[in-house]
Nanobody, 127 residues
């Protein structure tokens, strides 16, 4: 079975930083497209960031640019989301996702294109 396990969430204050981690098991990691999504209570799941498996090209939602950074360590089967200058609007459950392949860069933002999902980790940012 393929498993994705997120960790690193918590309760922080505005301006603080967090580093989320997602460990993948059960499948070769280096070729996977990895993404981070988040979902606030009562809202739909939204795209945050993604990183390609080989070249390491990245994509971000506008609200994340300049504050959140996605990276990966293929030798550790792990993808990270470094979160800086956190705002209350960042409060959500953050989900790690993996895709075997994605046809077009625009589809990095499309949840159904991802094959595997983690259980989520809660990030709460207080004022």
């Amino acid at each position: 079975q393929v498993q994705l396990v997120e960790s690193g969430g918590g309760l922080v204050q505005t301006g603080d930083s967090l580093r989320l981690s997602c460990v993948v098991s059960g499948r070769t990691f280096s070729s996977l497209v990895m993404g981070w999504f988040r979902q606030a209570p009562g809202k739909e799941r939204e795209f945050v960031a993604a990183i390609l498996g080989s070249a390491g090209s990245t994509s971000y939602t506008d609200s994340a640019k300049g504050r959140l950074t996605i990276s990966r360590e293929n030798t550790k089967n792990t993808v990270y989301l470094e979160m800086n200058s956190l705002k209350p609007e960042d409060t959500a459950v953050y989900y790690c996702a993996a895709a075997i392949t994605i046809n077009y860069f625009a589809n990095l933002r499309y949840p159904p294109r991802y094959n595997y999902w983690g259980q989520g980790t809660q990030v709460t940012v207080s004022s």
